[in-house]
């Protein structure tokens, strides 16, 4: 590895920032792009750009000044990463990768063609086609590009639902009777090394659709969790990609494991690894962007990690009531990201919860997970 390598971040929002804390340690020459003149990466970086992540020409500019270009968001111009791979930029995840969890129709179909499990799909053209289908529902209808944090999802129970049925192409996943939601991050590097942190279980918030908290280690019999490290190292090595790779998983009531979707980046069932683990979820992506070592993945203490989130009815400059209160309790640390403005269910920070044990863990969580509060 040279003296000091500029690596280019598409998105400048908290996972950009996270990562950039971690590559303080490398002697990286940061580089973001984001559309948002405020996102949280803005100061911290050592070059910041205000422009569009999904625009070709702005992507391809920005990549052509960076040894290494990787995303926080998937929602990026792939053309414009794969021009820039074949003039030599180093682009992990690669375009590949990225052109197909993009779209969630592409990746649904990734999994079947490689004995991946997952729940069964149709995809649809537009709505009208959804009355062919009647018959395979309760399903979840997803948008196929642009939905993330529960944005484009929504529940068909029956014909009567069609109504809020998405008039796009989506796909049709059959409803899965789930005992759990379980999450596995995975990391390979260009030496083909894999490594894979232990399973979490997530727990989403009833309204949002997004994670809420999550618990480490999870409550799985230790032969399903071998089963869904072995899923998601398979679902990396089928990709080739080079990276940190996040598998959301369902566990079924009769003891599958599904995958249910996939996040080519640090993902928010990682956040805890910060402060739980030997190493960071974003340390390890660094080394396998780097192509370094992986570290090692080992919990070092058992974690709750609690979404921070707008509170309703608040919309403007954020401030935060109960630190003082949440800090004074043993094991409790607080990641906030930097966002100036705070809105309804805006993802503000997050705060991890440490104990001997996930009981332990639980009980101080339990504790102060009223207690903070982002208002305006």
């Known amino acids: 590895m040279?003296?000091?390598v500029k690596l280019g971040i598409l998105g400048g929002g908290q996972l950009g920032r996270m990562l950039m804390q971690a590559g303080l340690d490398f002697n990286i020459y940061t580089l973001v792009l984001d559309p948002d003149e405020n996102a949280p990466c803005k100061d911290i970086c050592n070059e910041f750009y205000v422009g569009s992540f999904r625009d070709f020409d702005t992507v391809y500019e920005f990549g052509k000044n960076c040894d290494i270009l990787t995303i926080e968001i998937e929602h990026v111009n792939a053309d414009a990463l794969e021009k820039l791979e074949q003039e030599g930029v180093k682009v992990y995840p690669d375009a590949k990768t990225v052109r197909t969890i993009q779209d969630k129709g592409l990746q649904k179909?990734?999994?079947?063609?490689?004995?991946?499990?997952?729940?069964?799909?149709?995809?649809?053209?537009?709505?009208?086609?959804?009355?062919?289908?009647?018959a395979f529902l309760p399903a979840f209808q997803k948008l196929r590009r642009e939905g993330y944090d529960g944005r484009g999802v929504t529940r068909l129970a029956s014909e009567t639902d069609f109504g809020k049925?998405?008039?796009?192409?989506?796909?049709?996943?059959?409803?899965?009777?789930?005992?759990?939601?379980?999450?596995?991050?995975?990391?390979?590097?260009?030496?083909?090394?894999?490594?894979?942190f232990p399973v979490v279980e997530l727990s989403f918030h009833p309204e949002h659709n997004l994670v809420d908290s999550l618990f480490a280690p999870a409550n799985v019999p230790y032969k399903l969790q071998r089963h869904a490290i072995e899923i998601a190292t398979r679902v990396i090595e089928s990709f080739g990609m080079v990276g940190i790779l996040a598998v959301e998983m369902f566990l079924t009531k009769d003891g599958q494991i599904l995958v249910n979707e996939v996040a080519p980046r640090p993902h928010n069932s990682g956040h805890h690894t910060i402060k739980a683990n030997y190493t960071s979820q974003y340390e390890q992506h660094l080394r396998a962007i780097l192509n370094l070592p992986l570290g090692a993945t080992d919990i070092q203490s058992a974690a709750v990690m609690?979404?921070?989130?707008?509170?309703?009815?608040?919309?403007?400059?954020?401030?935060?009531?109960?630190?003082?209160?949440a800090l004074a309790v043993p094991g409790v640390y607080i990641h906030l990201y930097g966002k100036k403005y705070t809105r309804p269910a805006r993802k503000m920070g997050h705060i991890t919860v440490l104990g001997e044990s996930i009981e332990e863990a639980q009980q101080r969580a339990d504790q102060i997970k009223n207690v903070i509060k982002v208002k305006a």
């Open 306 to 325: 609690l979404n921070l989130l707008g509170e309703p009815g608040y919309d403007g400059e954020a401030s935060y009531e109960g630190l003082q209160e």
């Open 109 to 134: 179909e990734f999994y079947r063609q490689h004995n991946i499990p997952t729940s069964d799909f149709i995809l649809l053209n537009d709505k009208q086609e959804l009355q062919q289908h009647a």
């Open 165 to 196: 049925a998405f008039e796009e192409p989506t796909v049709l996943e059959k409803l899965v009777d789930f005992e759990k939601e379980i999450s596995v991050i995975v990391a390979r590097n260009a030496n083909g090394e894999v490594t894979a």
């Open 2 to 4: 040279k003296g000091e």
